[in-house]
């Protein structure tokens, strides 16, 4: 992921994985629902790191940092192959 836009989605996709609601994650990560609403549409310039974790940590998902470039681990690599193409 390399935006703000790609990240909302993720945590949007992520959400409706747990069939957790929008109001369910921005009250674990007291963040309004608005707030939360719009970062998932990706209507929003920026986004606090402490909200941001704050809505990871209720999704239960973590960031991870690599090195632009960096190969992945073989679990990474099949996912990535698999991924479709745009």
Do not use: I
């Amino acid at each position: 992921m390399q935006t703000l836009t790609e990240l909302g989605l993720a945590v949007a996709n992520r959400r409706r994985a747990l069939r957790m609601t929008q109001a369910d994650v921005a009250a674990q990560a007291g963040v309004s629902s608005d707030t939360l609403s719009r970062f998932e549409l990706g209507r929003v310039s920026e986004f606090g790191s402490r909200k941001l974790l704050a809505v990871l940590s209720a999704l239960g998902m973590e960031l991870e940092f690599k090195e632009e470039g960096a190969a992945g681990n073989l679990d990474e690599l099949r996912k990535e192959h698999r991924a479709p193409r745009r």
